[in-house]
């Protein structure tokens, strides 16, 4: 890591606390996948929180808020339910995240793609207009507010039950991508105890992959595109130099089940 990166004109951190935060990532199994002199991108793991609460005793928000020497702390520009894993953004400095947290609202600057593998319970899945490598938008209300969710079917197993599908949510509302799921594919995302209604079905596959009692929700945030900043975007909010995608590697559990049903998708 270059000493700008540690050191520009709104962040300031030496190297020696730099490498102190970089181990409190590592002990809280957070893999650093991108950083520039604006933002830091991280992999974060199913059951770690994205933000602390009053039932929160370990959190993503609570290790960058930590005293480690920075100017000032990195702050969360969107979120990641509990049990989902993958690419979480944070901003460097006031700015950046005001210009950043507007961009991952509904201006439709900065894209995210989601991958879940659900199961049917044999209940006549796929939906006529989800069949495999069909993509189908799924529109369905989100207490009260218009939620909508492009779904593409990239995966198959009959025998389990099983489909790995990606999700582009169009919208941000809570829950969006577990209950659109659910409701509209009629398949909830596999470990799913809330909006799942074949939990003691599942148990059978989850038990097959995981061997343990911990079953995390299947659901991981693949990829986030976010426009390139600098100090001239950062002025006027525009985007004028394109995009960079992170991408975050599919956790172990995912790559268990690729390999028990044959799934080309492995990486």
Not at 107 to 134: H, L, M
Request: glycine residues 8%.
């Amino acid at each position: 890591m270059s000493h700008r990166a540690l050191t520009t004109s709104r962040w300031v951190c030496s190297l020696k606390k730099y490498n102190s935060l970089r181990r409190l990532l590592a002990q809280a199994n957070i893999t650093v996948l991108y950083e520039d002199d604006y933002i830091m991108a991280v992999n974060k793991p199913s059951g770690l929180a994205s933000q602390g609460g009053s039932k929160v005793t370990a959190s993503v928000d609570s290790i960058f808020t930590a005293d480690v020497g920075t100017s000032e702390p990195l702050r969360l520009v969107h979120r990641l339910d509990k049990m989902c894993s993958g690419v979480l953004v944070l901003a460097k400095d006031k700015t950046s995240a005001r210009v950043v947290s507007q961009w991952m609202g509904e201006d439709g600057s900065i894209s995210k793609e989601y991958w879940a593998i659900v199961y049917d319970g044999g209940n006549g899945f796929p939906p006529a207009k989800a069949r495999r490598g069909n993509s189908m938008e799924i529109s369905i209300p989100i207490q009260g507010k218009h939620a909508t969710t492009e779904c593409t079917i990239t995966e198959m197993d009959r025998r389990r039950h099983l489909s790995l599908v990606k999700l582009i949510p169009k919208t941000g509302r809570m829950h969006q991508l577990r209950k659109h799921c659910a409701s509209g594919l009629s398949a909830a995302i596999l470990g799913d105890s809330v909006y799942g209604k074949t939990r003691g079905e599942q148990k059978i596959v989850l038990d097959e992959i995981m061997n343990d009692a911990s079953w995390p929700i299947f659901l991981h945030c693949r990829q986030i595109k976010v426009p390139c900043i600098d100090e001239h975007v950062l002025r006027t909010g525009k985007n004028l130099h394109g995009f960079i995608k992170i991408e975050a590697p599919f956790p172990e559990y995912f790559r268990r089940v690729f390999r028990m049903c044959g799934w080309m998708k492995t990486s």
